[in-house]
């Protein structure tokens, strides 16, 4: 029999794991009194952070180009991807809503070198900061970091580091266009660290040691078939690429509660989706169903929220 504690936990944990790649991010989830995560002194909202420059220039969103989805840029180096363009001055600005709770994050991109690139994330409501570091190769995301548990989920603490082991978080821009964007790939990735959390009254933790992540995408047709017009607080975009992703999460872990142990072995599964506009990023995401699988029992795991894009901007 699963308890109410146990669920709980599981729920948590999926919310955490969705959360954290609700940006479409893998890497590095730090909590927000990490020191990599060090707040900023009376930073009114969207002000004074040194990466949103008042002579900023706002993106519409009408984005032209020649072809079924115009090219990245030329110049864009190794990061610059179809979905997720990391080039140097991008910024975003996304509104998160998740089981009744909203928040404001900015994520810019300040430096790529080589076949790295750095984002420095922001929340608007707190001025908490963190930077990471994105793996990229030839056009093609292999690693993304994940939104700071601290920035979204005040009653979660922790560290989870996800590594990359194997495939892509998002192709290259000639991958895509060669099979007419009618297109399967994914990921592989271990996380392991420590999840705390209060529930109920009572302090739980879970500690993982490379418990396997997987992340499968696919476009939903050929052609044409993968467009659909999209509305989100930064504007209106007629020709959206919808992508469909799936997250399977085999979930090992010792879970502590009021300093008893136990043995937890969970799958969880995150189906959701996501729309973008080429060469400016992630518009939109909703959720369309979670669940886990625990001794041999499926359950759904009530997950609700959306990520909108709120504004797109070139800082200078």
């Known amino acids: ?91 975003w600005i996304y509104e998160i809503t998740s089981q009744g709770e909203t928040s404001q994050i900015s994520l810019t991109v300040t430096e790529v070198t080589g076949n790295q690139a750095t984002l420095h994330m922001l929340s608007l409501a707190t001025g908490v900061t963190s930077e990471t570091i994105i793996e990229c190769n030839n056009g093609a995301i292999l690693s993304f970091p994940v939104i700071m548990l601290g920035f979204l989920m005040g009653e979660v603490d922790g560290n989870l580091v996800i590594e990359h082991q194997s495939g892509v978080f998002a192709p290259n821009y000639a991958t895509l266009s060669e099979q007419n964007w009618d297109a399967e790939w994914s990921g592989e990735y271990l996380a392991s660290g420590i999840i705390e959390a209060q529930i109920e009254g009572n302090q739980a933790s879970g500690k993982l040691e490379e418990s396997p992540l997987s992340v499968q995408w696919n476009t939903p047709g050929a052609g044409e078939t993968i467009f659909e017009s999209v509305n989100v607080r930064a504007g209106e975009y007629p020709k959206a690429i919808k992508l469909e992703r799936q997250i399977e999460f085999d979930f090992v872990a010792e879970v502590t509660e009021d300093g008893t142990s136990m043995s937890l072995d969970a799958t969880i599964t995150l189906q959701n989706n996501l729309w973008f506009e080429p060469n400016v990023g992630l518009l939109k995401q909703e959720i369309e169903q979670a669940s886990a699988k625990l001794y041999g029992v499926n359950f759904p795991i009530e997950i609700t929220g959306t990520m909108e894009l709120v504004e797109f901007r070139i800082t200078e």
């Open 1 to 91: 029999m699963i308890n109410r504690t146990t669920r709980q936990i599981i729920f948590l944990l999926s919310f955490a794991i969705f959360t954290s790649l609700s940006c479409s991010f893998v890497s590095q989830i730090a909590a927000s009194n990490s020191p990599e995560a060090a707040p900023v002194e009376n930073l009114p909202e969207g002000t004074n952070d040194p990466t949103l420059s008042q002579d900023s220039e706002t993106i519409p969103a009408e984005i032209g180009g020649d072809g079924l989805v115009p090219p990245p840029l030329a110049d864009g180096g190794a990061c610059a991807n179809t979905f997720y363009p990391m080039i140097p001055g991008y910024q």
